[in-house]
């Protein structure tokens, strides 16, 4: 029989149905989440990590704050090690600062942010710290979004850097600092006597991409 007939007597066998009864629990209500009434009031935060080291602090990570009323982000190169007070210092210094006190802070799990120093800073300010929960990007979603464009900012800023202006007939490199910084492309085309198999590998998937 075709795959489409037996699925008709499915559908129409007692016996069938009854064994293919769902025993999951059902979905639950959504929750909407708290919103804000001002600029500032309400803010996400994470951390973009892995980063190569870069300038003269040699930072190689950086922490993402987006305030969820005009979704204005923020972002505080800073260092991975850093610990839980390092990171509090950084937003007093860096963020309250300017914005003024928050309501409401929006994070991950991360443990710079579950320690008691953080939870005696939120009781010291009058303020919350709502952590999200795995497979709800609602909850944090809005930080880990701005990573996403922000590694994409990345790309297109070197895109743009690197390609030539119609006005000048070079590339803002050039025209900046004289040279051009070297992509990835100018080296797939060379052929090494001796090459780990996981380098070739990622080679040939760059050649595709």
């Known amino acids: 029989m075709w795959q489409k007939d037996v699925a008709e007597y499915f559908k129409t066998c007692d016996r069938c149905q009854n064994a293919n009864k769902s025993t999951g629990k059902g979905l639950g209500n959504m929750i909407k989440i708290q919103e804000p009434s001002r600029p500032w009031e309400i803010f996400h935060m994470d ?65 710079k942010f579950t320690s008691a120093l953080w939870t005696n800073l939120h009781q010291l300010f009058g303020t919350r710290l709502s952590f999200s929960t795995a497979y709800y990007p609602q909850t944090d979603g809005l930080a880990e979004r701005m990573i996403q464009n922000l590694e994409d900012m990345v790309k297109l800023e070197l895109a743009y850097k690197t390609s030539i202006h119609a006005s000048t007939n070079q590339t803002p490199a050039i025209v900046e600092k004289g040279w051009n910084p070297k992509l990835t492309q100018d080296t797939l085309g060379k052929e090494l006597i001796e090459i780990h198999p996981t380098a070739a590998s990622l080679k040939g998937m760059l050649e595709k991409a």
Do not use: Q
Not at 72 to 94: G, Q, S, V, W, Y
Not at 99 to 110: A, P
């Open 47 to 111: 951390w973009l990590t892995g980063l190569p080291p870069g300038g003269d602090r040699s930072y190689n990570s950086c922490l993402v704050i987006v305030d969820r009323f005009s979704k204005t982000p923020i972002f505080l190169p800073c260092h991975k090690e850093h610990t839980a007070m390092d990171t509090a210092l950084l937003i007093c210094n860096r963020v309250i600062s300017w914005t003024g006190i928050f309501t409401n802070l929006n994070s991950d799990r991360d443990p």
